[in-house]
């Protein structure tokens, strides 16, 4: 069980910003001996799972976990109805726009439509980001019980920018005011100068299924462009949210009825 768990954390090592490795470099992140790391890799090598650069010796992701990646992204649908909803909210703000659900540890973007302009923030579909310092992730901590939010904050929380939060008991207390608001903005959290305002999109009992995020340079989204783009996903996810059955705490049912025939 040790050895599988130790292979699953050198293949979690790989990230965006860290594509390929030398030996030392995964040894020394995933805090497992050279002599571990190297005999795993030799295994992991001999079926496809990474490969090795002939000219720097670096390793990398192998084409099986592409494999696998291809069999579960055909499983994690984007949520029904959503793309209707924020095609119009990327058209109004010109930024990008993406849709992000929880698997396992991480948030992963399952719909993205690309800002246009030359200063922009890039998202691929596919894309795993961490949960403890991007927007959807914040979303997913603020409306998860206590056992979930153990899971995810237990270990150490790695800086990813300027502005990530690795203080546990900081990162929890801001929890409340993002559900209170029913929004995470964040801003340098998973990547300087950028930054995103993600709300949660709900299923009919009232979970979090998916959330949905603006995401565009630090610089732009200030100001009235930021309270145009907060107003303007919020507005959309809870019409994704009451197409999925959600009713709202608060709702006028002969309003939302209205609206529903509308939609």
């Known amino acids: 069980m040790k050895t599988v768990r130790n292979a699953i954390s050198v293949l979690n090592a790989f990230s965006l910003d860290r594509p390929e490795m030398s030996l030392a470099e995964l040894s020394a992140r995933v805090g497992i001996d050279k002599v571990i790391v190297h005999r795993l890799l030799r295994t992991m090598k001999e079926e496809r799972f990474v490969e090795q650069d002939p000219s720097t010796r670096h390793y990398r992701l192998g084409p099986a976990v592409g494999d696998l990646a291809a069999v579960r992204r055909a499983l994690l649908r984007p949520i029904e109805h959503a793309a209707d909803r924020l095609l119009p909210v990327h058209a109004k703000l010109n930024e990008t726009i993406h849709l992000a659900q929880l698997e396992g540890g991480f948030v992963v973007v399952t719909f993205v439509a690309l800002c246009t302009q030359e200063l922009r923030t890039v998202m691929e579909v596919g ?99 930021e309270a145009r783009a907060i107003a303007t996903i919020k507005d959309a996810t809870l019409r994704i949210s009451k197409r999925h059955g959600y009713r709202p705490p608060d709702a006028d049912d002969t309003a939302s009825d209205a609206e529903e025939i509308l939609a």
């Open 127 to 225: 894309e795993r980001l961490p949960i403890y310092c991007t927007g959807p992730g914040l979303i997913y901590l603020a409306y998860g019980d206590d056992r979930f939010r153990e899971m995810q904050l237990s270990g150490r929380l790695r800086r990813r920018a300027s502005n990530t939060v690795t203080d546990r008991k900081t990162l929890e207390a801001m929890l409340p005011g993002i559900r209170e608001a029913g929004l995470a903005v964040v801003d340098g959290t998973y990547s300087d100068g950028s930054k995103g305002i993600s709300s949660p999109i709900f299923g009919a009992d009232g979970r979090v299924i998916g959330v949905a995020s603006v995401l565009g340079p630090s610089s732009r989204l200030q100001g009235a462009d």
